[in-house]
């Protein structure tokens, strides 16, 4: 197959990361017979710098013209402590979803066994747990009106839910659920919130089509509880914007880092593969960063965008297989044995591109 495949690597770490991303896309063109074509476009603090703008016109219009896009990250710590600044990085990533209708943030929180003793939780807590976020990306807080008034004394962020944003996203949640665990826990503060109880309501709606799972509610701050006390007793979650932006943080202590956590942003028409991870500017340009992330989200994006379930499959049980023979970047590393091997970040993203082909190889043989 051939596809057309747009790289933002964007602020801090994201360049890192994305070029070991890269490597394993490119591993499995050859391994697989595909011919994968790549283009860049600037985005966040970078494109700020070049151009003044956090999303410029020539980025979105190749982004709108490819088959796939493999994002890194935006934001740069001189805005994150100035509030005045008026233009900003990660404007450039919310413009983006929006522009794009990415309405739907795939968040998949799933621990493989060797990362067991990485995570902060029990390991008999934590052992097969499997979860899928659906956060809603494009609607909420995040894009309700927003000011100041009383001579800037006052501020406000609206929060904000129409019913086909609420629907539309429920029914990809309520799908996803169809072929897993049959199970969708809906998560919002309607006890509270008026966009909330609308929230539940459609919810419950929407429901009623798929009698085969099983809908439960939670408030958010339950949610957020039982995420790290129970988590294997979610299968699909589904939530809003604001609520998915911060249980999928927490979440990724299920995962063992944030540094192994994927995303799929889709919606209208193309799709957008990121870690959930951030810049990271604190250590960008050290080499330390886990790309196991950026090349997680490949993998989605080779499943979700291109179909290619079996390649898909490939490079996740390659990341497995660089786990299982003891390497680590530092942000995973089992400290208690001394059988973990500590990578850097080039290093960990050749030996997954390395084991693609013996994977193949031994599927064929
Ligand atoms: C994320 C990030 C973004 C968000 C920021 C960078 C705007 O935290 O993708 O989770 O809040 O959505
Ligand atoms: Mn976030």
Redesign the pocket.
């Known amino acids: 197959m051939k596809k057309r495949i747009i790289i933002l690597p964007g602020d801090g770490i994201g360049k890192e990361v994305t070029t070991e991303g890269k490597k394993v896309l490119d591993k499995i063109a050859e391994t697989f017979g595909h011919q994968f074509e790549y283009d860049y476009a600037s985005i966040g603090h970078e494109a700020i710098e070049a151009t003044g703008n956090p999303l410029p016109d020539e980025t979105l219009e190749k982004l709108k013209k490819c088959d796939a896009i493999l994002f890194g ?3 740069h710590p001189t805005y994150d402590n100035d509030p005045t600044l008026k233009v900003r ?2 404007q450039g ?2 413009k983006m ?1 929006k522009e794009l209708g990415l309405y739907a ?1 795939l968040r998949p929180i799933k621990l493989f066994d060797e990362l067991l003793g990485a995570s902060s939780i029990k390991p008999e807590i934590l052992k097969g747990s499997d979860i899928l976020f659906f956060r809603e ?1 494009t609607g909420d807080v ?1 894009f309700g009106e927003k000011g100041r008034k009383d001579d800037r004394n006052t501020a406000y962020d609206l929060m904000i839910y129409q019913r086909f944003e609420v629907e539309r996203i429920a029914h990809k949640a309520f799908q996803a659920a169809q072929t897993r665990k049959k199970k969708v826990t809906s998560v919002d503060k309607a006890n509270v919130l008026e966009s909330s109880r609308l929230w539940r309501e459609v919810v419950q709606e929407i429901g009623k089509q798929y009698p085969d799972v099983t809908l439960e509610h939670q408030f958010v701050d339950a949610a957020a509880m039982k995420l790290i006390q129970t988590p294997r007793s979610f299968d699909v979650v589904l939530t809003g ?1 604001l609520f998915g ?1 911060i249980l ?2 927490e979440a990724s202590q299920i995962a063992g880092s944030m540094g192994m956590l994927a ?1 799929a942003s889709v919606g209208d028409k193309v799709g957008l593969y ?1 870690p ?1 991870h ?1 810049s990271a500017h604190d250590i960008t340009g050290k080499g330390i960063a886990n790309p196991l992330a950026s090349i997680l989200s490949a993998a989605l994006l080779l499943d979700i965008s291109f179909g290619m379930k079996e390649e898909s499959e490939t490079v996740i049980a390659a990341v497995e297989s660089v786990l299982k023979q003891g390497f680590r970047t530092g942000d995973i590393a089992d400290t208690s044995t001394d059988k973990t091997k500590i990578l850097n970040t080039h290093v960990m993203g050749s030996e997954v591109a390395k084991n693609i082909k013996k994977i193949k190889s031994f599927a064929q043989a």
Do not use: H, M
């Open positions: 990250a935006v934001g990085p990660e990533l919310l979803r943030n990306l995040y914007n932006d999928t943080d995303s990121e959930i951030g």
